[in-house]
């Protein structure tokens, strides 16, 4: 029963993984993409949890969804953005 219980865990994590990364390439807002990103991440900690490697979970945790996504939205905020047109917005 436990082992049931833990496969069905696992299979639900996968599915929403797989759901926020299919968003993440959909998604036009880079810094929506970052979080959603971060999210998958931070599902992926979850899994490690799960298969008994908690150092890996909190080294993927810390690094993949938080040092990361900071990055990655700073970065998103320092660049400048032109509309369609060209113009500066």
Do not use: C, H, Q, W
């Not at 049931?4 to 797989?18: C, G, R």
């Not at 036009?28 to 949890?49: C, N, P, Y």
């Not at 150092?55 to 970065?75: C, K, N, P, Q, R």
């Amino acid at each position: 029963m436990n082992s049931l219980i833990f496969l069905a865990l696992a299979i639900l994590m996968f599915i929403t993984m797989v759901a926020l990364a299919v968003a993440t390439v959909i998604s036009k807002d880079l810094i929506k993409s970052a979080i959603l990103l971060a999210g998958v991440s931070l599902i992926a900690s979850f899994l490690f949890v799960l298969m008994r490697a908690p150092d890996v979970a909190m080294a993927e945790a810390s690094i993949g969804s938080a040092l990361t996504a900071m990055i990655m939205v700073y970065a998103i905020g320092r660049t400048r953005r032109f509309e369609e047109g060209g113009e500066e917005k």
